[in-house]
């Protein structure tokens, strides 16, 4: 089991990266909350990552913080919701949103999620309350501890940012049409991709 991984980013193309630790790389993907609190290229981070294995693939999640990793092992144990889709919840809204549309039965919000029925929904919201209860409580601090906080420095503008937006729209979930359209209604001049992907996150909830 790999439970932590500490190297040099080489690769960000969300929501995967290539992290090379001691010059062995590993792909992980990662969601939205996490890609944003990541460092520029080159330089050391350290992820807390979840091991998948599947009859047609081995599959390596990374997070920044112990409290979203326990959130995303707990949406997996849902019914219904495999990693994949659970990735795309913690990348559609915070922890802390995710918390909130549990604790006020928010299935308009959720439903709004790519992948994300009525139907499971309703069971996110039945089935995680109990369940984030305990770890809202184990997590206990000022700030609930789920919310990432916004230390994140902007990178340089880039080129095709809307290209690179839409294509990790496209890898969450989204359909061609959706990503296209939040992307183009999202966008501003001067935004890099990361600041596109957000703002492009943020415009369909």
Do not use: W
Not at 164 to 175: E, M, N, Q, S, V
Request: charged residues 25%; glycine residues 6%.
């Amino acid at each position: 089991m790999i439970g932590r991984l500490t190297g040099v980013l080489v690769e960000k193309q969300a929501p995967e990266i290539v992290l090379d630790v001691n010059g062995v790389g590993y792909e992980l993907q990662v969601p939205m909350t996490s890609f944003y609190e990541l460092p520029e290229l080159e330089q050391t981070t350290t992820l807390y990552t979840h091991f998948v294995v599947r009859e047609d693939a081995q599959l390596l999640y990374g997070f920044k913080s112990k409290q979203e990793r326990a959130l995303f092992r707990l949406l997996i144990k849902t019914n219904g919701v495999g990693p994949k889709l659970a990735l795309t919840i913690l990348s559609g809204m915070t922890a802390n949103e995710f918390v909130n549309c549990v604790e006020r039965d928010d299935i308009a919000t959720l439903v709004k999620l790519p992948g994300v029925g009525k139907k499971t929904a309703e069971r996110l919201v039945v089935e995680m309350r109990d369940k984030l209860k305990t770890l809202l409580e184990a997590s206990a601090g000022s700030e609930r501890e789920f919310v990432l906080q916004s230390n994140y420095t902007p990178a340089p503008v880039e080129d095709n940012v809307e290209e690179d937006a839409i294509a990790a729209l496209l890898a969450l979930g989204y359909k061609p049409t959706q990503a296209s359209k939040a992307v183009a209604s999202a966008y501003s001049e001067g935004m890099n991709s990361e600041q596109l992907i957000k703002a492009s996150l943020k415009s369909m909830l």
